[in-house]
């Protein structure tokens, strides 16, 4: 372009936004993992209720859910207690796992995010730790490769040819891997599954305000 061989116009133009927009965002996720790497991550932690913030994240994913005819919902039982966490940070990872579900979820599919204080009544198929509350997003996609479960969460690792990463180039790789970080630095843990009944689901854990004293 400044040399004339190509016009200067918007259409010649978009590709380099494009790139450059996915090469400012891939430079963040690795600014974001490095400081985990280093323990420097900073969080704000507040006592938090997080089911009234997973409804805002989920009605925030609901025009995407309905132009790809996937149904998208929240479960939670009522009177969950209170959790100690980023809310911020619990927001950014909750969207990248719900933008994951929904990418990997044909039409006619479902999206289900469900909140509870044990694996199986947050729909996960695994043992968590005691007082802790889980989050799980569990779609009604293909599913996980069994032989890739174990890899998901590393950076830029590409299962079934994207499944935590977008398909497109759109996304960094990185998503899940930051996902990780930021749930273990605030106690909890992550994870992936495929559910009997099919699809994958990925879930974390946040302490319960009851159990934390003296955080800032």
């Given at each position: 372009l400044q040399d004339g061989v190509f016009p200067?116009?918007?259409?010649?133009?978009?590709?380099?936004h494009t790139k450059t927009t996915l090469l400012i965002r891939l430079v963040e996720d690795l600014r974001?993992?490095?400081?985990?790497?280093?323990?420097?991550?900073t969080l704000e932690r507040t006592v938090l209720d997080v089911v009234p913030l997973v409804r805002e994240v989920v009605a925030e994913f609901q025009a995407n859910a309905s132009a790809r005819q996937i149904t998208l919902s929240t479960?939670?039982?009522?009177?969950?207690?209170?959790?100690?966490?980023?809310?911020?940070?619990?927001?950014?990872?909750?969207?990248n796992l719900l933008g994951n579900g929904l990418r990997h979820t044909p039409a006619g599919g479902i999206v289900t995010v469900r909140l509870g204080l044990t694996g199986p009544e947050a729909g996960v198929p695994a043992a968590v730790e005691d007082d802790m509350l889980v989050l799980a997003v569990h779609d009604s996609g293909p599913g996980i490769p069994p032989a890739d479960l174990?890899?998901?969460?590393?950076?830029?690792?590409?299962?079934?040819?994207?499944?935590?990463?977008?398909?497109?180039?759109?996304?960094?790789g990185l998503g899940l891997a930051i996902a990780r970080s930021l749930i273990q630095a605030h106690g909890g843990t992550i994870g992936a599954a495929n559910a009997p009944e099919g699809g994958a689901i990925f879930w974390f854990t946040l302490p319960l305000a009851d159990n934390q004293t003296g955080f800032e």
């Open positions: 200067l116009t918007r259409e010649a133009l978009a590709p380099i974001q993992l490095a400081l985990a790497e280093a323990d420097a991550l479960e939670a039982p009522p009177a969950l207690p209170l959790v100690v966490a980023d809310r911020l940070r619990v927001v950014q990872v909750l969207a174990p890899n998901v969460f590393e950076r830029f690792y590409r299962a079934d040819k994207g499944r935590g990463r977008a398909t497109d180039g759109s996304g960094s």
